[in-house]
């Protein structure tokens, strides 16, 4: 009923103004944007009913040594993070509230695309940022709101990616970086066309090596990226690769008290992940005549993921293994129980054992195509574009996870003089069974098949309606090698379908001036480890575990989204946009406890809500250039839900807290503000400066607002246990200064001030004291993960034998 009404007034304004011969699409100096992830014929983007962000291979070259994840955190609109892995090639990016994350679990929301190819991870829809190489990126646009062209987990909007090319980025290009933490950074990269300028190349390479800010965080980033093209009059082929081998660490969340004073401490050791990359793309483009375009691209992409990860056992129960009290004033030890087959059914290790040790192996195999056709022809007599396009992806992945827990024998569990070492210096967990435990053996696979449609109509030359549509339909099917036919098992098959329609109006007054409206639909399927872990009654702990398969509802998004955008001036322009998207039967992950692990399981949730604004402007005056942003963001439940959580304050009898419509989600700040300025001292030396502010956010597992730090849930008072984490605003400053015949020097700085903050946090409990040492008893905390402290790097830049970047 709303889209018709919707429908109906877009279409009575359209017709209350006069049907004469429409004007031309363009008028004067416009960008012009493809609406599509594929290359197509292009619209000016003041007739596109959206406020389409886009950062060009300037904005990225005037700052040095940032990745795009980099630019996107301290420029664009909207876009908040946190470093919830620890690890700054591991961001948790969300945009308008919604995520584009690697770890899995995370409700993901948005979709990314590089040169056409979606490369959200087929388990859990995750974005692996370290696999995407930040030299090869030539500019990128930010898609708001629940664009249904963009397919499959474009709730909250997309992120579509271009890569460099040898025409733009002829030469050879020398780089280089070192500073704080030990970080290392080498860089080559060349271009070239051919003679006969038919042929264009480029190849590039980085390496990436640091200590990492926090205790035990060392990281090695390796990517690789090439790209072969061909073109003449009409068409253009081009073939590309991009390689990866990381090795990252990334302690993550802690409870603040074992923080320390640098704020570098970690709970537990190790938490590494190991990133395997080979990702081939063909894009190809042909223009039949004037006004017809063909585009298409097919894609073979291989993705690994192991990873090691040392924790507290969440298994643990003291409580099932106390056979004695007994203080033994002599040898000063208290023992807490022993470890009595007889008192503990089932495994002894997984309810006794202090520690456990968990890896995974993660094997995803992605292939697919997608072809449109795009129509620039007037329809009557009203200039058009209409673009009709398929697609179909085929995913499979293949899931192992084991454990190692701690060997423990009866009466080991004494605390004192003569017991046991679960844990060394760095907590990670020793003294472990000799047998490791298959907990997981999943192999998953999914099609997509889709069609989709967008047309561009202008009614005249002021008026322009742009309606779209597409059909997905998915197919999931689990298969367990362990349980399968047991009540636990992961196996089952599951099938989605949907038709997601859009509708957006654009009024163009005058040339500097331009007002759009819209509403768009769009899906996401619940992906295979979703579907996995979905049983309230086998919970699992992520991202280690699974446990049965019971179907799940995909996720609709339904956005309203109206603004304007307009120029002062040539060199001042502005924006400003409102939107308000509705997720329904939304995904989340429910904690069946509130331990270190996360025990808990998917489920539909009913709705939440992010509505919000965005504020832009930006400009240039004589040598000085800047862009500023302000974001509001409201993200709401908006249905009750009943969380079990064990360390909230408001937890009732059966440990379950109350989550009411209207409470704000966690990690998600109300406001966020972004400033980035620059001043050309000379035509050789730029020096700029950004400025970004976060509000204050809640932490998980106070989902309901409510928890109040000291209470007997929360063993410590104060700040240790809190359910909110203050806001926050960092500095960072950048200079380059062109040295002549190639050379080039640069420098950055982040956090000048030294501000102490955290991006992020969780209530949680751990069975580590405030000093360190591992206890039979837990006790509530909140874990945080803190900001990075003051850093600084300086680097070179060396180019010969041609300009390597567009100028």
């Not at 949907?498 to 654009?506: D, E």
Request: net charge negative; glycine share 10%.
């Amino acid at each position: 009923m709303k889209l018709k009404l919707f429908a109906i007034i877009a279409l009575a304004l359209a017709s209350s103004l006069s049907l004469s011969a429409a004007e031309k699409l363009t008028t004067g100096t416009i960008n012009i944007v493809s609406t599509t992830p594929l290359p197509s014929i292009g619209l000016p983007l003041n007739i596109i009913p959206a406020n389409i962000q886009i950062f060009d291979s300037k904005d990225l070259r005037n700052q040095p040594g940032v990745t795009f994840a980099d630019q996107l955190m301290n420029n664009a609109q909207g876009i908040t993070f946190n470093e919830i892995q620890g690890n700054p090639w591991q961001p948790d990016v969300s945009f308008r509230g919604f995520s584009a994350s690697p770890l899995a679990g995370t409700p993901q929301g948005m979709s990314v695309f590089v040169d056409g190819v979606r490369v959200n991870e087929p388990f859990g829809d995750t974005v692996h940022w370290d696999l995407v190489p930040n030299f090869a990126i030539q500019g990128m646009q930010v898609v708001p709101g629940s664009n249904p062209v963009y397919g499959l987990n474009t709730l909250g909007g997309a992120l579509a990616l271009q890569t460099k090319d040898g025409r733009s980025n002829q030469g050879i290009a020398l780089e280089g970086e070192a500073g704080s933490w030990g970080r290392k950074r080498t860089l080559a990269q060349i271009g070239g066309v051919s003679k006969d300028g038919s042929v264009d190349y480029f190849l590039g390479a980085q390496h990436t090596t640091e200590d990492g800010w926090r205790k035990y965080s060392p990281s090695h980033i390796n990517q690789t990226f090439g790209k072969i093209g061909w073109q003449n009059e009409t068409t253009k082929v081009n073939l590309s690769y991009i390689g990866a081998y990381n090795n990252m660490i990334g302690n993550g969340l802690t409870p603040i008290e074992l923080l320390g004073g640098n704020r570098d401490g970690v709970q537990t050791t190790p938490d590494q992940t190991k990133n395997y990359l080979n990702h081939f793309a063909l894009n190809a483009a042909h223009w039949v005549n004037n006004n017809m375009m063909l585009s298409a691209n097919a894609y073979h992409r291989t993705s690994n993921r192991n990873t090691i990860n040392g924790d507290a056992n969440d298994d643990f129960n003291s409580g099932t293994i106390v056979t004695q009290d007994i203080f033994d004033a002599n040898s000063s030890t208290f023992a807490v129980g022993s470890c009595d087959t007889a008192l503990v059914p089932g495994s002894v290790a997984e309810n006794c054992a202090p520690g456990i040790l968990n890896r995974s192996r993660l094997k995803s195999r992605s292939l697919g195509f997608n072809l449109q056709a795009a129509f620039n022809q007037d329809v009557w007599g009203k200039k058009n574009q209409f673009i009709a396009g398929l697609g179909y992806d085929v995913q499979r992945t293949k899931f192992r996870q084991t454990e190692q827990p701690s060997e423990v024998a009866d009466g080991d569990l004494v605390v004192g003089a003569g017991s046991p070492d679960w844990f060394n210096l760095a907590r990670t967990p020793i003294n472990l069974e000799d047998q490791v435990e298959e907990t997981v053996n999943l192999n998953g696979r999914s099609r997509t098949a889709s069609l989709f449609a967008t047309d561009t109509l202008s009614v005249n030359q002021y008026w322009h309606v742009t309606a779209s549509a597409r059909y997905n339909h998915t197919t999931v099917k689990n298969r367990d090698n362990i349980n399968d036919g047991l009540p636990e098992s992961l196996s089952g098959n599951h099938h989605f379908n949907r038709i997601n329609p859009s509708l957006g109006v654009t009024f163009t007054p005058t040339e500097t001036l331009s007002l759009f409206g819209s509403y768009s639909e769009s899906n996401r399927a619940p992906t295979s480890i979703e579907l996995g872990c979905a049983n309230p009654a086998y919970p699992c702990k992520l991202p280690n575990a699974m446990a049965s398969d019971p179907p799940l509802d995909q996720v609709v998004a339904k956005t309203y989204d109206a603004g304007v955008r307009g120029k002062f001036s040539d060199n001042l322009k502005w924006n400003a946009s409102v939107y308000r998207t509705m997720n329904h039967d939304d995904i989340q992950f429910i904690s069946t406890n509130a331990g270190t692990g996360s025990l808990g399981y998917f489920d539909n949730v009913g709705r939440t809500k992010r509505q919000g604004l965005d504020l832009g402007l930006s400009g240039t005056i004589d040598k000085f250039f800047f862009r500023a942003g302000y974001s509001f963001i409201s993200a709401k439940y908006d249905s009750d839900l009943l969380l079990v959580n064990q360390v909230n304050s408001e937890a009732d009898a059966t440990d379950s807290i109350s989550v009411r419509q209207g409470s704000y989600l966690a990690g998600i700040p109300k406001h966020q503000f972004k400033l980035r300025a620059q001043y050309e001292i000379s035509p050789q030396w730029l020096v700029g400066s950004n400025i970004v502010y976060y509000a204050s956010q809640y932490v998980q597992g106070n989902e309901n607002n409510a928890h109040v730090s000291s209470t007997p849930n929360c063993t410590d008072d104060g700040p240790s246990c809190q359910g909110k984490l203050s806001g926050y605003a960092i500095v960072n400053l950048d200079t380059q200064y062109n040295v002549g015949q190639g050379w080039r020097v640069f420098a950055k700085a982040i956090n000048i001030f030294d501000k102490d903050y955290y991006s992020g946090g969780r209530l949680a409990e751990t069975y580590f004291s405030s000093a360190g040492a591992w206890s039979p008893d837990d006790r509530g905390v909140t874990s945080v993960v803190p900001g990075a402290p003051r850093a600084g790097w300086i680097g070179f830049r060396y180019e010969f034998g041609g300009a390597p970047e567009a100028k």
